[in-house]
């Protein structure tokens, strides 16, 4: 059964370096999300990407978080300068469709720890 | 008022026990309602969704939404220990595509 994967499993930096969250999503989706869980918090939305554009965001997801779909495959989530309040499991997800009752399939996710 | 509660509190039940899980919302918006399930170290796995109020069937699960009271519960027979795991439910708008989730409940089911 297709499922979505992300690299690394844990990934550990100090505070102010970037890091790369990778995730490649389901072959023939075309929406992607990512989220994030805070040890002992709720899931929360970052932000929806479709057709190479952001088509929603939360408030969360400000300048320090980007975006991209480097090739046909891959969608990462770059955080430019890591604070330590962004420690926390990230999750990406993806669906074929949107807006509607689509299923949005998550991955394993990777955990954050900044130091 | 939170958009989507969830009282967290670690729930613990004897194998074959009924397992009752349910979460409020406050914003009368949300048209699509889902029941994710989370082992320990994974993803969230869609296990039921609804959209509609009433009640929802699959094998030894069912989903019951209630619009009006703005509550939906999942319900387990049967519980088995493979079932222990935490539950999480989760909500969106019609049109919108952020999920917005409770808080979760771990289950332990107890052979």
């Known amino acids: 059964e297709p499922e979505v994967t992300q690299t690394p499993s844990h990934q550990v930096t100090q505070m102010g370096q970037e890091v790369i969250l990778r995730c490649v999503p389901i072959?023939?989706?075309?929406?992607f999300y990512w989220y994030r869980q805070i040890l002992g918090q709720k899931v929360e939305f970052l932000v929806s990407?479709?057709?190479?554009?952001?088509?929603?965001k939360s408030e969360i997801f400000d300048d320090q978080f980007s975006v991209e779909r480097p090739d046909g495959s891959n969608f990462t989530l770059k955080i430019r300068s890591t604070k330590l309040e962004d420690s926390a499991m990230y999750f990406c997800?993806?669906?074929?469709?949107?807006?509607?009752?689509?299923?949005?399939?998550f991955g394993p996710g990777t955990r954050l720890l900044v130091l | 008022q939170k958009e989507v509660e969830q009282d967290p509190g670690p729930l613990s039940v004897p194998e074959g026990a009924i397992v009752s899980l349910n979460c409020t919302y406050s914003?009368?918006?949300?048209?699509?309602f889902m029941w994710y399930r989370q082992y320990s170290r994974k993803g969230p796995e869609l296990l039921m969704y609804?959209?509609?109020?009433g009640n929802k069937e699959d094998g030894r699960f069912t989903a019951q939404v209630d619009k009006s009271s703005k509550y939906i519960s999942l319900f387990i027979r049967d519980s088995q220990p493979s079932d222990s795991a935490t539950y999480l439910c989760?909500?969106?708008?019609?049109?919108?595509?952020?999920?917005?989730f409770g808080k979760g409940n771990q289950v332990v089911v107890i052979p």
């Open positions: 997800a993806s669906s074929v469709l949107a807006g509607g009752p689509e299923t949005q399939y």
């Open positions: 072959s023939n989706h075309l929406y």
């Open positions: 990407f479709y057709n190479n554009e952001i088509s929603e």
């Open positions: 914003n009368s918006a949300f048209q699509y």
């Open positions: 609804t959209y509609s109020s």
């Open positions: 989760a909500m969106k708008r019609d049109g919108n595509n952020r999920l917005a």
